[in-house]
């Protein structure tokens, strides 16, 4: 009979222990026998002994035990340890000139006249430039193109450009910017955010027929979801608080740089510390006025990003337009001043939050109203603006949901993305309202949050399709190890503990600038030559987060290498194919998958020349460490090197392409993309905290921060998310705040009086990694970036209302704000020493027990959902009754989808939703 | 607007300036006023030594003079005219890492890597005269420098790391050593 029935008889090429066949060009070097396979890192699926609690992956049988799942040093990391990693200021080209920007001093003026005369005469002033020489408008989002290199007309805020001058060393530079002479009309400005909101003058921006009224607007946005009528009839316990989110800068260590040098042929070269490369080489073009090909993007190393690098900049123009007028190359680096005119951090927001609980514990209502400051420009605004109401209505599962939005311009510098982009501040407000729901329930509000979670695989009330759900577990584990049941409101006065919990976007699954049906999110190439090294041409952009490893994790994984044989090439657009940036925690989920994809097409190659080599059949080969080989019979087999170059013999270099692009998903109401990803993340935190009541002084002593990152590609690049992520948010809840003073100015534009933590505020972080498996990440994994950053904000929150019993709605909690707030509260309880003051309290009302019944059946609900692949579809609503099969507005008239405000709304409306009053132009008669 | 950027009083001229740094021994001109932190970057080609504010707030500018922690933006370059400078370029020995920088890569002490080359310099003064650390003594040492990506963590575990290599006497590993074999012979599992 032939081979193919017996399967122990394999023939051919069979490999004595140890015994190299022969040499090969290329081979040599450590390890010069393939390690037996690591079982513990095969999944149980592949007959390995990983266990899957979750449930098998399509990518289980790339598993080779390399790297995934393995803590890995970051494989750039040499260059930073040794000081050879250059930023945007360590490049240095022969020949460069010193670019300096000439910034607005004043809020809002129209620019009558630049003068620059005087400064040319000065020896050495090589270039000038003002807006005159770049007129094209530019802007992250192309839907809100409003800004321009330098100022055409008007500056917008303190510290706006006017002009740039490019001179042979910074001394003269600085002396050509003093002696620059601009003549400005000073406008009326407007600072306080309410103002932006009323009709003006002089808006200061024009949209022309899309302006709303003559207001400040930027973008308004009005939801409502579900039984939004029935919220008051349902409610029988109610929250309601006004918060003040003060404006938050990125302040990452490295102030933004860019060199820009035009070669002999003509084509621009831009070195810049960027986030997101590929919109910046979109910009140049439009404002340069040459096509995308003859300019090459080179992404620097980054000094710390966090969204604050993610727009295209208007320095990044000036240093282009000054290296081409002045035919040298141009560097231009910041003070870290104009770190802070720049910003683009987090908007100060005012939110009005209203939560409401039925008589079941349900959340049957919230109702949020969220005005943000975006100062100057749009930037990111736009989206902003959803994500402030989309992004909360999602880990619960809730009955109504209500949501008004704006964004207006002041004059101040503009707000854009940040770590946990537009969720933060209003988690904040839903969690620590969820806090003060359950002090109104009498219930735990761990069991609250419990027994309202949405299953794995359903739809949230806005119709996002959420796919792995670990919440449930990041519960239970901060439950647990945090002793939580031995400490919430049991601790003396001024020792709290809370909670807190986040969901956010792995990756948007709308990109700005792209149609998605044309073009893939990412994409990486590799190219394989006879060395055996494999190079990844990606152009995510490796912002310290670990991108390049991850990319590196997946193909060495896929082929079963060692990370040394994998180089990774970044940096440039002329060899990187296109990738989206490093924003909305999109790449380990899109670029990994574009990398697998990629491997996978190699690895299919390798197999057929194996297959070829051995005799073996197809199926049964498996790749191992460097060697592929029969998995029944590992004898059989041959070194990664040999099947390599078998693959080769006809074509020379191995090549492939892989992309990603997310499937279709989402509704199509207005505003529906907003929000949408091709997977969540979850988490949940429990922060301890000391405050002392006599000082108001606020102390972090312990968080333990639980995440679902879906599976951790390398545990401890998460982990590092995951206590950066608590630093940045406490420096948020407890000290960080851009202070703008009476008159508008910014006040702390430094990092001696903008307040980071340092390592003594820090407490310690005990990060915990929750696997929930994410169908389509790539070996099941989600992001780990941005999410962990928003439960720490309302758990440190909640922990001071345990401590103190008093909850504040301003942040940061300064001591000052603390203190006040508690001697108000003193006075109210009639104490007169703080120290005397009530520690909060709770006794179980009837509903704890009808909670944790319904929190224990959901567990089992979840599992078996979670397990099962014939599930049913789970449309949120169906706690409340209805047919979870089919989303609520199809089947219950009650349930609302409403994108346009009713008049009744108008005649009273909230805040942010008085937005709504004004008529766009184009809908007027009057124009 | 405040312009932090030093120096601010006009220069007297260029002066010849005698420093070691790194070991090796340089004699650059200089405006009599630089900031030592420019005279590194702009003309002693020390790159690795950051600029992150220029007022004495972050500590990526942190070199060692005479082995002791200093901010080169706080420092005239007079001040350290005649002194051994050492920067991040000079800790390792050729291709053998100091174990502080081995273990910062390692353990998740560098995530972007801007804030690296102050924390480096100033843990490795920190183990140079107290090679096993506290936590308390380790986070009193790097109290002057900041870090945004970290949360100053796995900072503290990758001193503690560097701290145990170096206890024990082990070496860091040549980076020029030969990389994995990528024709391995069979191990017969
Ligand atoms: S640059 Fe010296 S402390 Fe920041
Ligand atoms: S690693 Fe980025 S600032 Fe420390």
Redesign the interface.
Known sequence: MSKDENEDEMVGYR??????PF??P????????????DQEMIPESQGGELAQPWGSHRHDNLVSGQVIGKAT??V????????????G??I?LPGELIGRII?S?HHYARVLSVDFSKALEVPGVVAIATGADAENKFGVLPVTKDEHAMAVEKVRH??DLVACVAAED?ATA?EAERLIEVEYEILDSIHDMRDGLQDSDLPIHDRGKYHIGEANVQKRVFQEFGDVDGIEENAIASHKENWLFAGVN??????HAVVANWDPAGRLTLYTPQQVPHYVHRALADVLEIPMHQINVHRT??????GGKSDPFPHEMCSAILARKSGRPVRI?F???EVYWINRGRHPSRIEMNLHADSQGRICGIETDALIDGGGFASFGHVTTYYNGVLHTAPYEIGAFHYTGARVWTNKPASGAMRGHGAVNSRCAVETGLDDLAEKLSVDPIDLRLANLLPPHSATITGFRVTSIGMRECLERVKKESGWDEKFRKMPLGKGIGIGCGFFISGSGLPIHWDPNKFPHATVHLKIDM???VTVHTGAAE????SDTVVAQSVAEVLG??L??IRIRSKESDTSPVDLGSYSSRVTFMNANAAISAAMQIRDELLDATAEITGAKREKLVIG???I?AKND??V?V????A?HKAQEDRGALVASGAYRTPPMGRTHKGAAAGLAPAYSFSAYVAEVSVDVETGQTKVEKVWAAHDCGKALNP??V??QI??????GMGQVLSEEMKYGRSGHLMNP???DYK?P???E?P??VPIIVESNDPEGPFGAKEAGEGPLLPILPAVCNAVYDAVGVRTAELPITPERLLRIIERKCKAEGVDDPIKLPSPRLEYSELQAVLSKRAEEHAKRDLERRLNDNRQPYHNGALFGLDPTTPPDEVDQKWAVNVIPSEEYLSDPRLAGSAWKHTERRHRGDS | ?????LPMIPSAGEVSWVASINGVKKQLNIENNAILLDVLRDKAG??????????G??G?CSVLINGEPRLSCLTLAAEAEGYEIT???G??DGHH?HPI??M?????G????????GF?VVSSALLEENPSPSDEEI?TA??G????????????DSVRAASAILTSGESVED?T?????????????
């Open positions: 490999q004595q222990p140890g015994k190299l040499a090969k290329g081979s040599g070097g450590k390890d010069r026998f393939s390690r037996p396979t040093a970051l750039d990391g040499r260059w930073k340890v040794t000081g050879q990693a250059q930023y200021d360590d240095r910034r001093p303190v510290g910074e600085r990125h302040a990452a260590t490295e102030p190393f980054v000094g710390g990003g966090f680096t003070d870290r001043e060395d055996g090294g912002i310290g987060q670990g290498l060692p040394d044989l460490d460097r060697r080989f590992p004898a087999g070194s990664y090197l040999e390599l401890l690049a982990k590092g206590i950066g992520s608590c630093h940045m430094d990092l001696l980071i340092s390592v003594h820090m310690e972080v | 607007m405040v312009q932090h950027r020390s790159l690795g030594t950051k600029r992150g504010c220029d007022m707030t972050c990526c920067t991040v370029e800790l390792a890492l920088q081995e910062f890569a390692e353990c998740g560098s995530q972007c890597g801007f804030c690296t080359p480096l986070k790097i109290e420098n900041l870090c945004r990506c970290t949360g100053y963590q796995q900072i503290v980076s050593s030969p990389k994995s074999d990528p024709h391995p012979g069979f191990s017969g599992e």
